[in-house]
């Protein structure tokens, strides 16, 4: 059984810095693509950032420059380090994986005060 497991989420000022972390499990975690994914009040789900396997990377223009994806396939473990926020990118954070079908974590809160 497939499990995902986001933290690291929190209230932080603008300009300030989160790191969330996602974990893995019931997955072959080094061949899986992952990615983090946001949803703010009364929005869509949109993509933030996404990580093959291969450590290849994509993400949405609003982070570039800003956020960083990476994976730790020792831990079986995304991570999304979230620099420089900024009031809109408050938003529910959730971590996909993708394995013939998509699986979701329950998200973790980020909270950017101005």
């Known amino acids: 059984q497939v499990q995902l497991v986001e933290s690291g989420g929190g209230l932080v000022q603008a300009g300030g810095s989160l790191r969330l972390s996602c974990v893995a499990s019931g997955v072959i975690f080094n061949i899986t693509p992952m990615g983090w994914y946001r949803q703010a009040p009364g929005k869509q789900r949109e993509l933030v950032a996404t990580i093959t396997s291969r450590h290849s990377t994509n993400y949405a223009d609003s982070v570039k420059d800003r956020f960083t994806i990476s994976r730790d396939n020792r831990e079986n473990t995304v991570y999304l380090q979230m620099n420089s926020l900024k009031p809109e990118d408050t938003a529910v954070y959730y971590c996909?994986?993708?394995?013939?079908?998509?699986?979701w974590g329950q998200g973790t809160q980020v909270t950017v005060s101005s």
């Open positions: 996909r994986a993708t394995l013939g079908r998509d699986y």
